[in-house]
């Protein structure tokens, strides 16, 4: 029973698409760490575009990276 648009995800969900334990990313937020949420009520939610940022901002650079984006 998922009546949530696409782009708002459950904390399982957004655990699972970032490929974490639910735990973990409770932890996270519980330690102000880790992606944007919305808090509705008691409940917690994450988006969809926050949870890319989230990963797009974790990207490592590496020398050998680097040499293949200057080419």
């Given at each position: 029973?998922?009546?949530?648009?696409?782009a708002r995800l459950r904390v399982r969900e957004a655990a699972k698409y970032l490929g974490l334990g639910v735990s973990t990313l409770d932890k996270m937020r519980m330690e102000g760490r880790g992606p944007r949420?919305?808090?509705?009520?008691?409940?917690?939610?994450?988006?969809?575009?926050d949870l890319t940022a989230y990963l797009d901002s974790a990207v490592i650079e590496t020398s050998d990276s680097r040499k293949k984006t200057a080419a």
């Open positions: 029973m998922n009546d949530l648009p696409p949420y919305l808090k509705v009520g008691n409940r917690v939610f994450y988006r969809e575009a």
